[in-house]
């Protein structure tokens, strides 16, 4: 009976979130299409009480997590005199869960697209040779979109009697190339919260830079863990060729949109998918809408943990950008005093490490982001976006809380560390120390 009775609170729990997420959805929808600033007053006690009942649903460990976070932003601002900054924040952090419901809808629509069922096909044919250079790949294209949920699609293609040994480099490979496409993909949380606060940025530039950056990871992986699977490297792109127009289109259309809106990629992400996603339902057979349908409530109501910390850290990232308190910690690094190339490399070894021992780069980015963003940047915009995207691939491929590599373990069916570190920890120190030239030589050219 307890049993029940506990389930059926559960239950009208997440139903209750599910809600709350739909009306904070509808209501930035429309302050983005009428440029009302209603919603924000709508949108304040909405997110309240969504925080409310996700504190409620998550576990322990999350919630620990998220009032280890929410506490100190209350006490700084309010020793601070300015307790408006929580506001600020709440207002700041509204676009999250209409961003996290639309990608909770492109996740349903990927699970129908007849393009991943062409290129898994076709990848099950790869040689064996080929098959590390294939994960790594398939990861980048199939987590451009599904981010995390790309390890469900791949996890299969791995030969059932296959070793422990090799579904753990597999895995790795998958684990890099999913991490990794956050330095380009618009469809993810970091890329959100980095791009917000560089609005003046353009989203081609960081695409762009990006792009150049996952050139350097398959060339650097080519070379270190997927050695003489060069000559496969045609047939491996032939085979997940079909991802290439529906993931490019998408990821083209969304940077189109911010280029010539000066919308930040978060609101061009919320304006273009759903009409987008509605206008190739439309062409797709009966039934299809249904599925992508109940396939998106059902994700809705799993978004609690991720829009809880996401929510905490936006709001704790406002406090400390704002407040005096810190202040005199981000002074000698606005000032310039520490040259570039020393700050990024040692804000990015940060987040890694911190990384590593629990703290997600959620937090570690959002942080560094809103601290040398408050003034001048002490270095070029670009290389500061890559700065950020790097710590939050770097770091979700390490983190021991990372909820990718937590989800690839398990699809899988791997036992617990057995993806940290291992070979991705050796490619984190050396793409890491590559790409910190490659940011330093665009701070300099500048």
Not at 118 to 128: G, I, K, W
Not at 300 to 309: H, I, N, R, S, V
Not at 429 to 435: E, I, K, M
Request: charged letters at 10%; one cysteine or more; proline letters at 7%.
């Amino acid at each position: 009976m307890n049993e029940g009775s506990a389930a059926g609170r559960a239950a009208r729990l997440v139903g209750a979130g599910r809600v709350l997420l739909w009306a904070l959805w509808a209501s930035e929808l429309a302050a983005l299409l009428t440029g009302s600033t209603v919603a924000n007053l709508l949108g304040r006690p909405l997110l309240l009480a969504y925080g409310a009942v996700a504190l409620r649903l998550v576990g322990p460990a999350s919630r620990r997590l998220a009032l280890g976070l929410a506490i100190p932003a209350l006490a700084l601002a309010l020793l601070d005199g300015r307790p408006a900054l929580l506001l600020e924040g709440l207002d700041q952090a509204l676009l999250y869960p209409a961003f996290l419901g639309t990608i909770a809808l492109v996740r349903a629509l990927a699970a129908v697209h007849p393009a991943v069922a062409r290129a898994r096909e076709r990848a099950e044919r790869l040689p064996n040779e080929a098959r590390a250079l294939g994960f790594f790949l398939g990861g980048h294209l199939f987590g451009a979109v599904l981010t995390a949920g790309s390890f469900a699609v791949l996890a299969p293609l791995a030969e059932p009697r296959a070793s422990e040994a090799e579904r753990a480099r597999l895995a790795s490979m998958a684990l890099r190339g999913s991490c990794l496409a956050v330095l380009w993909s618009p469809f993810f949380v970091g890329m959100a919260l980095v791009t917000r606060h560089l609005p003046e940025l353009p989203l081609w530039q960081v695409t762009l830079s990006g792009l150049a950056l996952s050139l350097l990871a398959l060339l650097l992986t080519l070379a270190q863990d997927a050695r003489g699977a060069a000559r496969f490297l045609a047939p491996t792109l032939a085979a997940l060729a079909p991802l290439l127009p529906p993931v490019g289109g998408a990821a083209a259309a969304i940077v189109l949109v911010a280029s010539l809106s000066g919308l930040p990629s978060l609101a061009a992400v919320l304006l273009v998918t759903p009409p987008a996603a509605v206008l190739w339902l439309a062409t797709r057979p009966r039934g299809t809408a249904r599925t992508v349908a109940t396939r998106t409530f059902e994700l809705t109501g799993k978004l609690a943990e991720e829009m809880l910390l996401v929510g905490v850290v936006t709001v704790l990232g406002r406090v400390l950008a704002a407040s005096s308190w810190t202040a005199a910690l981000a002074g000698p690094l606005l000032s310039g005093a520490v040259p570039g190339w020393l700050l990024l490399g040692g804000a990015l070894a940060l987040i890694v490490l911190l990384a590593v021992v629990g703290l997600h780069p959620l937090a570690t980015v959002t942080i560094t982001m809103a601290l040398l963003t408050e003034g001048p940047p002490p270095v070029t915009p670009l290389a500061l976006a890559g700065l950020g995207l790097l710590g939050w691939a770097l770091g979700t491929m390490l983190g021991s809380t990372s909820l990718s590599l937590l989800v690839a373990r398990s699809a899988f069916e791997l036992p617990a560390r057995a993806l940290s570190p291992g070979p991705n920890g050796r490619f984190v120190l050396r793409f890491g120390a590559l790409s910190v030239a490659f940011l330093a030589l665009l701070d300099a050219l500048e």
